[in-house]
């Protein structure tokens, strides 16, 4: 399984960005998906994630309070691809940012977690 990130960048304060995550191989389900952010000099944090819901209801999201209002995370379950998509972008959300999967490569594999390479945003004051 792999997770493959885009969508980085440098961009001016007030601005956006989108980020995408596709996931690839071996994958029966997806389930929690989410991305990660690792600011300079700070740990690695939850920006937000989304569950995998059912076929009738979107899955639950939860945002890092940093970001709510900013951020959106969305999930296209056909695609197996997540996406962040992150408005007034400001020059504290410059870090490198992970994608982030829970997966079940079989029906009996409960899941496991996986990491995509990070891409870097860069926010310019």
């Known amino acids: 399984v792999q997770l493959q990130a885009s969508g980085g960048g440098l961009v001016q304060a007030g601005g956006s960005l989108r980020l995408s995550c596709v996931a690839s191989?071996?994958?029966?389900?997806?389930?929690?998906m989410g991305w990660y952010r690792q600011r300079p000099g700070k740990q690695r944090e939850l920006v937000a994630n989304?569950?995998?819901?059912?076929?009738?209801?979107?899955?639950?999201?939860n945002y890092a309070d940093s970001v709510k209002g900013r951020f959106t995370i969305s999930r296209d379950s056909a695609k197996n691809t997540v996406y962040l998509q992150m408005n007034s972008l400001k020059p504290e959300d410059t870090a490198v940012y992970y994608c982030?999967?829970?997966?079940?490569?079989?029906?009996?594999?409960?899941?496991?977690?996986?990491w995509g390479k990070g891409t870097q945003v860069t926010v310019s004051s």
């Open positions: 982030n999967a829970d997966i079940s490569s079989s029906p009996y594999d409960y899941g496991m977690d996986y």
């Open positions: 191989g071996s994958i029966f389900r997806l389930n929690t």
């Open positions: 989304i569950d995998s819901g059912t076929m009738l209801i979107e899955g639950s999201t």
